[in-house]
């Protein structure tokens, strides 16, 4: 009777893979910021560990950067629903959809959801040259010069936008510094480094070799508390820790493929990035950098879902009170 319960589950698809899926096209994951910042890197050490999960598939990298992420995730969102184009993007997808007034999406209806992939904290920083070594100094550096400094952002809705927009309005100094939008943090990051741009605020992903050479300063980190690892991160505040109550941002990553996309393909997609996120070599590049590994709940597509509606929920009044719409 259970052999024939199960062939009865696999004639009627409730089990099998795809026919033909992933097939030889290959199967583009859209990154919707510049090459080498920290989604566009979560997405390459991803697709190494997916290529091992899901035999014959062919995973490709494509940076559509632009517009906080927006202009990637619009794309991905009209795509041909076949499996062949996925999206990777952060807590943008909870947070666009309260900062822009108009989207050629909607986040909880035009995508299917196929697992979160990561958490990251994010890191104040700031140019090497600022005089501050303290958090405590850095914001009285602010304040007393705030009109005359700028903060670097991946473009509005970004992660670091967003972070940048809460760290100002929990400050209070919304007004004292110019923001200036990039592509993606690895450019924005690249002039941090040579001193055009002043503060950022990013994923730990990103920040934590340019910490550690010296490149950049780092002044806190937005988690609650302060982090586990990596190690040198250890040694800084959290923005709570220094004064800013409540203050707490963790962002994450999430899979997505075009709503519509067959079941069979979906699943076989959530299973491939489930052990993916439970290989070593993944893990262990992820913790390096400060990136925490997800409930096996948050991998689930529902679970994923579940967790973004509650993120938009949660964001939508945060980013209300620290104003600034884009169009
Ligand atoms: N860290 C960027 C952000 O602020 C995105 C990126 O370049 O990966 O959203």
């Known amino acids: 009777m259970k052999r024939l319960l199960v062939l009865a589950a696999a004639v009627t698809g409730l ?4 026919q033909g899926y992933p097939g030889s096209k290959p199967i583009a994951i859209v990154v919707p910021f510049a090459a080498g910042g920290p989604t566009d890197r979560v997405a390459r050490d991803l697709a190494v560990a997916l290529r091992k999960t899901l035999p014959g598939g062919h995973f490709v990298i494509e940076n559509v950067n632009g517009a906080g992420g927006t202009i990637g995730a619009t794309k ?5 629903p076949d499996g062949h184009t996925l999206l ?3 807590i943008g997808m909870a947070s666009t959809v309260s900062l822009y007034r108009k989207l050629q999406f909607k986040p909880l209806d035009d995508f299917e959801y196929l697992g979160i ?4 904290p994010m890191t104040l920083i700031g140019k090497p040259q600022l005089p501050a070594t303290n ?3 850095f914001e009285n550096y602010i304040r007393a010069n705030g009109g005359k ?3 670097a952002h991946a473009g509005l809705g970004s992660a670091s936008h967003l972070c940048g927009l809460m760290w100002q309005s929990a400050v209070n100094a919304k007004e004292a510094m110019t923001t200036i939008p990039f592509g993606g943090t690895a450019p924005a990051m690249t002039a941090l480094v040579a001193g055009q741009v002043d503060v950022m605020c990013d994923q730990t992903t990103n920040t934590t070799a340019q910490i550690e050479s010296g490149r950049v300063k780092a002044f806190a980190v937005t988690t609650a508390g302060r982090l586990a690892s990596p190690p040198l991160l250890k040694d800084y505040p959290s923005l709570q820790e220094v004064g800013l109550k409540g203050f707490s941002l963790t962002i994450w990553h999430g899979l997505y493929a075009p709503k519509g996309t067959p079941a069979p393909v979906l699943r076989q997609l959530n299973e491939a990035l489930k052990r993916a996120l439970k290989n070593p070599e993944l893990i262990r590049k992820q913790e390096a950098l400060g990136a925490l ?3 096996d709940q948050r991998m689930e597509p529902a679970g994923h879902k579940a967790f973004v509606a509650a993120e938009i929920a949660k964001f939508k009044p945060l980013i209300e009170a620290a104003g600034k719409f884009a169009d």
């Open 76 to 80: 991905v969102a009209k795509a041909n």
């Open 293 to 295: 590994v997800v409930t």
């Open 15 to 18: 089990w099998a893979n795809a």
């Open 88 to 90: 990777l993007w952060h």
């Open 149 to 151: 400094l700028n903060i």
């Open 135 to 137: 958090y405590r100094d």
């Open 117 to 120: 992939v990561n958490d990251v």
